[in-house]
């Protein structure tokens, strides 16, 4: 089993959803992060958070380390939005430990 | 522009070849991280270094090896090379010798081994 798992691993929605990806870790964590991988490979980060809420626009991140656990909703989707969206977590010092990724399409 | 620069973008090269695999990071931060993202094992971890040395690794293998140089740009090397290694290889760059207080990561390497 994984140390990070994503749910859905695809997902489609059509423009203007409100789109929430899904991930649960399975160690103890000082952070997790949301990266966004656009068709053209490159990865920037989204967030990183080790409790509560961020918001940045559009897109909203949680995090509930009682049950290590942690959503990234979008809201008013947008075709542009059309990523891959990575979940990892650090532990401690530690280096980057990732999802397996969630491929949203969102359609016009 | 991320402010870290791999170079090249695209490789393609035979199998038991040797290629290297160049990283500058953002200017002002002191490690590199090196990361292989492939279809079946996803992104994983290879290999840090700060400001000079090793630091952490991760699931890398023998015939790769890296370095980070006194101008902090830091070269992964590959060799006998198998199909297997076809991947997108990242470095990611941060301020101290942790990424959860942020990093930047470059736009890849494409590597296809023929």
């Known amino acids: 089993k994984n140390e990070v798992e994503q749910s859905p691993q695809n997902l489609t929605a059509q423009e203007g959803e409100f789109i929430t990806i899904n991930c649960s870790y399975s160690v103890g964590i000082s952070a997790l992060h949301w990266l966004q991988q656009h068709p053209g490979g490159g990865i920037v980060s989204l967030f990183m958070?080790?409790?509560g809420k961020k918001k940045h626009g559009r897109l909203i991140a949680t995090i509930n380390i009682q049950e290590k656990h942690s959503s990234l909703h979008i809201t008013a989707s947008h075709p542009r939005d059309s990523a891959v969206y990575i979940c990892a977590v650090t532990q401690g010092a530690q280096k980057l430990v990732f999802g397996q990724g969630t491929r949203l399409t969102i359609n016009p | 522009d991320s402010g870290v620069t791999q170079t090249p973008k695209h490789l393609i090269t035979a199998t038991g070849q040797r290629v290297t695999l160049r990283c500058s990071p953002r200017s002002g931060d002191l490690s590199v991280y090196w990361y292989q993202q492939s279809l079946d094992q996803g992104l994983q971890f290879l290999i840090q270094?700060?400001?000079?040395?090793?630091?952490a690794k991760g699931n890398i293998l023998e015939r790769f090896s890296a370095q980070q140089f006194p101008d902090l740009h830091s070269e992964l090397n590959l060799s006998s090379l198998e199909l297997g290694d076809s991947a997108l290889y990242f470095c990611a760059s941060s301020v101290g010798e942790q990424q959860r207080y942020g990093y930047t990561f470059g736009s890849g390497t494409r590597l296809t081994v023929v």
């Open positions: 958070l080790s409790s």
């Open positions: 270094y700060y400001n000079g040395e090793e630091r």
